[in-house]
């Protein structure tokens, strides 16, 4: 299965999606790096920490905001990268990019880029903004028994969303949508959670 999801994510190309323009709806950029792992290759996500201000001690990807300084949105993902978990763009081989999502706020419109990472980097990371980072192996999504569901509020009302716990730490909402998009669509995964 991860020969056939490498070599579908290389098919399915780059694309350097622009800067956007003034006065559209913010933008971000994020890395789903898939690392060596023994016989599986593993995805590295992190812990946000409580100090940040949105999303405080969920697990994402590393990546974030769109600065005018990014001249396109897989600028922006390396820089971010850098900044959040100390990897350099010497350790990222970019792969594809995947189709830009909105996460349930409607806040932001994210581009996530899959990428390889080479070598053996050792990470630092901004404490003020990653708590820690952890490596998540590609068959651990692919089996039902680690899904499950839990409540949470959005809008006033409870929302039952799906999410995949791995040791302490509780996948679930956009990251976890990429990850399943991005299975289902380059793997034939067939995950079947609804997570919109």
């Not at 780059?14 to 006065?23: E, I, N, Q, Y």
């Not at 998540?136 to 409540?151: D, G, Q, S």
Request: include cysteine; charge should be neutral; proline fraction near 6%.
């Amino acid at each position: 299965m991860h020969e056939k999801l490498i070599r579908s994510l290389k098919k399915n190309g780059l694309v350097r999606v622009k800067a956007p323009l003034m006065g559209h709806p913010q933008c971000a950029a994020v890395l789903v790096l898939l690392c060596e792992g023994g016989d599986d290759f593993e995805i590295l996500l992190t812990k946000r920490s409580k100090l940040v201000t949105h999303h405080r001690r969920e697990v994402a990807f590393p990546g974030g905001i769109w600065e005018p300084c990014d001249t396109d949105m897989l600028e922006t993902a390396f820089r971010e990268t850098k900044e959040e978990i100390g990897l350099s763009r010497d350790h990222i081989e970019p792969i594809t990019t995947l189709t830009p999502i909105m996460p349930l706020n409607g806040e932001t419109y994210v581009t996530p880029f899959v990428a390889h990472m080479t070598g053996k980097p050792e990470l630092t990371l901004q404490s003020s903004e990653i708590d820690c980072v952890f490596r998540v192996p590609i068959n651990y999504f692919l089996l039902a028994t680690n899904y499950e569901y839990f409540m949470v509020k959005y809008r006033n009302h409870q929302k039952k969303v799906p999410m995949v716990h791995f040791h302490n730490y509780r996948i679930w909402g956009m990251t976890l949508r990429i990850i399943i998009d991005m299975l289902n669509s380059f793997g034939d995964a067939n995950i079947k959670f609804n997570i919109t």
